[in-house]
């Protein structure tokens, strides 16, 4: 049975998730851990835990979701990897990090792409790889059906949606990603966001205000 564990981390109150099962593997999704107390957070966890993180997922690269890949890379020397579509996004991060107070922030190097239909598999957990865009043009989802949640970045929050006035985002095509991928799963699975606490489909479904 896989676990999720959530931190909050970075003034932009992200959610990072760590994600493990009885085998003690575990991936870690968006850390957005900036200074040495929040890695601290998330690593101490892990030991107290016996876990053995294998590889950093990111749903998408902005900056609240990115400030943790690479000191975790080099705490665990593990892979990082995203879709190819928000390459570019993540490579922008250090021309405006600064103008947010991350002065430290470290660029990682991403290790492969991902995409949707793909898997992304630890211990005895699979997650399936959904294509999510409009918040960001590379932004995925992870599906677990046996658990019935998903790691859904900022697509979909509780009587909200993503922000589309970032580069690379557009409101049309997030509003379609949600009916075309989130809203087709069962209403009973829970929605882990990016920000803000779960939520889940069903409930979205009949009070979101964007989809009255």
Known sequence: MVQVQTFVFNPFSENTYLLYDETGEAIIIDPGCYDRSEVNELTDFVQQ??????QIVN??????????????????????????????????????????????????????????????EFGNT??????????A????????????????????FRMSIGRTDLPGGDHTTLLRSIRKEMFTLPDDYTVYAGHMEPTTIGFEKRNNPFFK
Not at 49 to 54: A, E, Y
Not at 128 to 135: A, D, Q
């Open 49 to 54: 835990h016996g876990l053995k993180p294998v």
């Open 59 to 120: 749903t998408h690269a902005h900056i609240d979701h990115v400030l943790g890949v690479a000191a975790l890379k080099r705490k665990y020397g593990i892979p990082f990897v995203l879709h190819k579509l928000d390459e570019p996004l993540l490579k922008a991060v250090k021309t405006y990090a600064s103008n947010y107070g991350f002065s430290a922030f470290e660029e990682p190097e991403i290790d492969g792409f991902i995409k949707e239909g793909e898997t992304i």
């Open 126 to 135: 699979s997650l399936k790889i959904i294509f999510v865009p409009g918040h």
């Open 137 to 156: 043009p590379g932004h995925v989802a992870l599906v677990n059906d046996a658990e019935k949640f998903v790691i859904g970045g900022d697509v979909l």
